[in-house]
């Protein structure tokens, strides 16, 4: 009877251990799972097509002149004060190549020297150029005016009885009777609309110039910078000094997108903007940084093809040619055109276009 009332005893203890082992079971309330919420999508400063009839109302042109058939008593001389430090100059001595042999097949008493001013967009060497070209008694000057630091210059040319034309650009205050060139600043906000719709409204862009200082050069980035403003999304991550150089545009694009692993674009308002379009795709970012410059050269032409650069033309050869034909025909019959500032076209080249402009028409 004692060993029944122990074997009891100790079953009853077992199970009492055993209850004390088990967790006491709680329901867990159901977890509330958040409601889905998308990332607001970011909208464009503009729409595409509000953008393209921005950058189509800069496309320029002007009526072209032919020499007059008016045959002076003496040959007309003319000097071009020229650059020849980028592909840029060489499209415009194609120009002024072009007019002279125009000139002599149809027996027009002209010469043309052309005169190499020096690398350098420096102000003071073309005013001893100007200075030297009144000594030489010329009939006509034109050349690149770098800003209006030649002002005293020219208008001692004019009163010389030097009949004086401008190139690419103009200045506030010229006594230029004809200048033949881009639209800069409203081609600079026409590059500024481009990247805008090239990056799709957002991203850090790069400015390449020139010189600064240089009228030509800043025109082409104020404007750019203005048109950019339009968008908050647009930033400018910085501004450089090229020379017109592609090797300094080259090293520029390198450090810019080393310094920016993020950024979208690169504009180039000068000389040698091949040398980012080289950058850019040596670093295998052609869909992914924008290259935008201007110019329609031989250099240019290879990455405009392959789509590593988008370039803006502003008719180099017309440019040159043309300023020569007016000076010849204000020297021999004192006609001008109604307007003594010709805006060229601005067209926008790209891999899809470029077989339009290339070889130059």
């Given amino acids: ?150 002002l005293d210059a020219e208008q001692a040319a004019v009163d010389a009885g030097v009949a004086v034309g401008h190139i690419a650009v103009n200045y506030e205050g010229s006594p230029a009777l004809i200048s033949i060139g881009q639209d800069l600043y409203n081609a600079g906000k ?44 647009m930033e400018i991550v910085g501004e450089f000094e090229a020379h017109d150089s592609s090797d300094e545009s080259y090293a520029h694009a390198q450090n810019l997108m080393s310094a920016n692993p993020d950024l979208t674009g690169i504009y180039l308002t000068a000389g040698g903007p091949f040398g980012a379009a080289r950058a850019v795709e040596e670093a295998n970012k052609v869909d992914e940084v924008f290259v935008i410059g201007f110019d329609v050269t031989e250099q240019v032409i290879p990455y405009v093809q392959n789509g590593s650069m988008i370039t803006i033309h502003q008719h180099e050869t017309w440019q040159n040619h043309d300023v020569i034909v007016f000076l010849y025909n204000y020297i021999v019959d004192g006609t001008l055109p109604t307007d003594s500032q010709l805006f060229t076209t601005a067209e926008v080249v790209t891999a899809e276009n470029v077989d339009e402009f290339w070889p130059v028409r």
């Fill in 190 to 233: 026409a590059a500024g609309y481009l990247m805008i719709k090239e990056n799709g409204g957002f991203g850090k862009v790069g400015i390449i110039t020139g010189q600064f200082g240089v009228t030509a050069h800043e025109l082409r980035m104020n404007g750019f910078k203005e048109a950019l403003a339009e968008c908050p999304g």
């Fill in 1 to 150: 009877m004692k060993e029944k009332f122990n074997l009891l005893i100790s079953v009853l203890v077992l199970v009492s251990m055993l209850a004390a082992c088990t967790p006491a079971t709680t329901e867990t309330p159901a977890t509330e799972v958040p409601a889905t919420t998308e990332a607001p999508v970011k909208e464009m400063c503009m729409t595409v097509e509000e953008l393209d009839a921005k950058i189509a109302q800069y496309a320029g042109g002007y009526e072209r002149h032919t020499f007059t058939t008016t045959t002076p008593e003496t040959p007309v001389r003319i000097a071009y004060l020229a650059y020849e430090n980028n592909p840029f100059w060489q499209m415009q001595k194609v120009g002024m190549t072009n007019a002279i042999a125009e000139a002599e097949a149809a027996n027009i008493p002209l010469v043309v020297d052309f005169n190499v001013v020096s690398e350098d967009l420096d102000p003071a060497k073309m005013v001893a150029a100007i200075e030297n070209a009144i000594v030489q008694e010329y009939d006509g000057i034109y050349l690149f005016p770098v800003n209006e630091a030649l």
